[in-house]
Structure formats: structure tokens, C-alpha cells
């Protein structure tokens, strides 16, 4: 789990992108989105076992992972659907799957209906999606940046660990919770995120919601049963604006599906994605 390393860069609108790619270069590619407050790290395993058949990239989005921190840094969800867009530029990609979980689900999503780039089909796996959102928890940290950001380093920790711990059903590995922590601990990350979760408005979902019914794609729509940070209603919601989407609701798993249930989800997506449209 140590060996999880992004080894390119790309200087985004938004400050340096870290991103790595994997899998036969001559494969169909596939971009995956990770969400809020994670990285990269948590389509680690996903990755791997779809870089057997497509050429897979993976990104610490701005603010987020290993890729740059800053104070004034913009890392709202308008940013970072930008920078999606930016980034299939600069890989010349022309049409690749796109899986996205959590707030990068608005980020592929508003990459899509406002920046104009195109996806041969799209995996959304328990995606910030629809009005309202945002628990009282993610509320309460937003609006007193200044605050939180002042605690003690020790307390500030034992926060980031409790509520990213609260995304699994069935609770991370301790190594896992380190590493996806870790960002968050340092001088930088502190302030780094709460500043994420103070940009993150509902206007950015408001902004697309009524045009899901434009998507022209494949989508599959992924949920985990035991979701209690986006209810898995919210699934059925989604499922009856976009056209044509499959949905996989998957038993017992949390908001992270990647963790609680990586085998179900690398199943769902693996067929997803060589189903003929």
C-alpha cells in the first residue's frame, strides 16, 4: 500500500497536478475522479485490475493528495471541472471512460454538460450529484474555516481520521486511514481542508442538475446500500434523470465502495466497460 506514487505533473489552472497512467498504452482509456476528502489513493486496487485491459488515468485532484496546496488556491467544484477538462487535453484523449466518485462525479459531470468534453460513457459511483447535500458535520466545518483551521495539530488530526473513517461501513484499515489522512496533517493540508470544503457550494450541482437529461452516453450508476453519507435513494433519484442509466446498487458497502466492496465494484465497472453501447 506503500507503493501508490504519481509520478507526473501537470501545471493546471488551479496549481500542480500529480498523475500517474497505467496499463498497455495502445488500450481504450479510462480517467478515474476521485471525491472529497480522499485522493487518488482509493482506486488504487480499481486501477491496477483495470489497467489489465485499458490504458487507466489516475489524479491527485488540486488541493487534494500529493498535488499542490496553497492559500488562495481555487479547489471549488468550478475549478476542478475545469481542470478535468485541461487534463484530457494535455493527454490527448478524444473520447475516454470516465469513472467518478463522490464530488468528482459534479466534476465529470460539469466537465461534460459545461466544458464540452466527451466521454464514450460515464461510471458515477455514489456521486454528489442532486440537491441538497452536505451533511450538518461537512456544514458546520465550511462555515468556520478560520476556526478548525487554528486547532491543535492533535485535535485536527483526530477530526480529518473520525469523519474519513465515517465514509466505510465497515471501517478502514488502519494503514489505509494514515494514508488517506496524511495530506490533510500537514503545515499546508490543515488549512488546506477546510478550504475545500468552504468552496464546495451547492450552486455547482444547481448549475447542471436539469440537464441531465442531455447525457447522450452510456452511464452506469454504482451505490453502496450502507451509504450514510449520500442515502442511497439518492441512486433511484439520479437513475430517473439521466436516460438510459444502469443502476448497481451494491450490499452492505459504505460511501466508499471502494474499500468496502472493491470486488463488486471492479466487477460492475469491468462489465460496464466492455459492454457495447
Known amino acids: 500500500m506503500t507503493d501508490w506514487i504519481l509520478d507526473r505533473t501537470f501545471d493546471s489552472s488551479s496549481g500542480e497536478v500529480r498523475w500517474a ?8 482509456p479510462v480517467v478515474l475522479v476521485h471525491g472529497t476528502p480522499f485522493s487518488s489513493y482509493v482506486w488504487r486496487g480499481i486501477a491496477r485490475a ?4 485499458h490504458r487507466v488515468y489516475v489524479w491527485d485532484l488540486p488541493g487534494y493528495g500529493t498535488s499542490a496546496q496553497y492559500d488562495g488556491q481555487d479547489v471549488s467544484l468550478g475549478a476542478q ?4 477538462a485541461e487534463l484530457t487535453g494535455h493527454w490527448g484523449l478524444r473520447g475516454p471512460a470516465v469513472v467518478a466518485h463522490d464530488f468528482g462525479g459534479c466534476v465529470a459531470l460539469r466537465a461534460r454538460l459545461l466544458h464540452g468534453v466527451r466521454y464514450s460513457r460515464l461510471a458515477l459511483v455514489d456521486p454528489v450529484a442532486l440537491a441538497p447535500w452536505g451533511s450538518p458535520v461537512y456544514r458546520l466545518l465550511g462555515g468556520r474555516p ?4 487554528a486547532l491543535p495539530p492533535d485535535l485536527h488530526r483526530a477530526l480529518v481520521r473520525e469523519y474519513v473513517g465515517s465514509a466505510s461501513h465497515l471501517g478502514l484499515n488502519p494503514a489505509v486511514l494514515d494514508r488517506l489522512t496524511a495530506p490533510w496533517c500537514t503545515e499546508s493540508g490543515q488549512p488546506a481542508f477546510y478550504r475545500q470544503i468552504t ?6 450541482t444547481d448549475e447542471i442538475q436539469d440537464r441531465y437529461g442531455e447525457l447522450d452516453l452510456p452511464v452506469l450508476i454504482c451505490w453502496g446500500t450502507e451509504d450514510t453519507w ?11 434523470l439521466v436516460p438510459d442509466a444502469r443502476l448497481r446498487l451494491i450490499d452492505g458497502a459504505g460511501h466508499l465502495v471502494q474499500e468496502d466492496a472493491p470486488a463488486e465494484l471492479t466487477a460492475a465497472l469491468t462489465r460496464f466497460l466492455r459492454t457495447a453501447p
Open 146 to 149: 478560520e476556526v478548525f483551521g
Open 230 to 240: 449520500i442515502p442511497v435513494a439518492r441512486a433511484h433519484e439520479l437513475a430517473a
Open 81 to 84: 471541472g475545469r481542470v478535468l
Open 199 to 204: 468552496q464546495n457550494d451547492q450552486r455547482f
Open 21 to 28: 497512467v497505467l496499463g498497455p498504452e495502445e488500450a481504450p
Open 50 to 53: 483495470l489497467a489489465q485491459d
